[in-house]
Each structure stands twice: as structure tokens, then as C-alpha cells.
């Protein structure tokens, strides 16, 4: 998991229809492998479904950073400056590049139905 203040990041989630919180890992942490996760945000004590990307967003060549990017499922509010922890449940791929934002925004997509099945077979059946 990671524990950090939400920060603004470029703004490319929402151009490409996806908004996101930007956490950043701290100096000397256990940093996961870079890729996609299905996951949860907690925030105010509410424990939230995501989907979230570690790594350095190749298809944008945004430099080396790694970043934990996270897209909060059905969630519509303003988290900048809140403290969030996004814990990491399941690995659904290894980062890449795409060749167009278009090619990504399809991915994005898969990788969101591919976490809410997670959690319709995993989570929901624990509550």
C-alpha cells in the first residue's frame, strides 16, 4: 500500500476520461513492480475500488519517476490534498507503452472491467 497527500499530476487521466490521484512513494520504500492493479483507495475511512498504475508512464514519456496513478471506480470528488492509502490487491499487467492515447483509453477500459471483476468475484462475496 501507499499512504500519501493526493497531488495534481498532468491532467492526462481526465482528457482521456479517467480521472486520477497522483500518490508518490517515499525515499527508501519497498516501491511494487510497475504495472496495473486492481485496488482500493481509503479514504476517510471508507475503503473505495480502484484500479491503479505504478510506474512511469511510458506512452507519455514523462521521465523516471515511478508514480502510483490511481483511478477511483464511480467516484466523482475533489481529493487534492487529502491523505489517501491505495492498497494493491491484484496484478492484472505489466506497464507499457502505447503507440496513441487512443490504444490507451481502450486498455484503461479493459483493465477497469478486469478489476471490478475482481472484486464482484473476490471482495463483494466477503461483505
Not at 23 to 28: A, L, R
Not at 81 to 94: A, D, E, M, S
Not at 113 to 125: F, G, H, M, P, V
Amino acid at each position: 500500500s501507499i499512504t500519501d497527500t493526493v497531488r495534481h499530476g498532468r491532467g492526462v487521466g481526465n482528457t482521456l476520461g479517467f480521472a486520477t490521484i497522483n500518490q508518490h512513494f517515499k525515499p527508501n520504500h519497498i516501491i511494487p513492480a510497475k504495472g496495473v492493479y486492481a485496488a482500493c483507495c481509503i479514504v476517510d475511512g471508507i475503503s473505495l475500488p480502484a484500479v491503479s498504475n505504478v510506474g512511469v508512464h511510458p506512452t507519455f514519456g514523462d521521465g523516471d519517476e515511478i508514480v502510483c496513478e490511481t483511478h477511483i471506480l464511480d467516484f466523482n470528488g475533489d481529493l487534492y490534498g487529502k491523505t489517501v492509502t491505495t492498497q494493491l490487491h491484484y496484478f492484472i499487467r505489466p506497464e507499457r507503452k502505447f503507440d496513441s492515447p487512443e490504444q490507451l483509453t481502450a486498455e484503461v477500459r479493459k483493465n477497469i472491467q478486469t478489476a471490478k471483476d475482481y472484486y464482484s468475484e473476490n471482495i463483494a462475496k466477503k461483505v
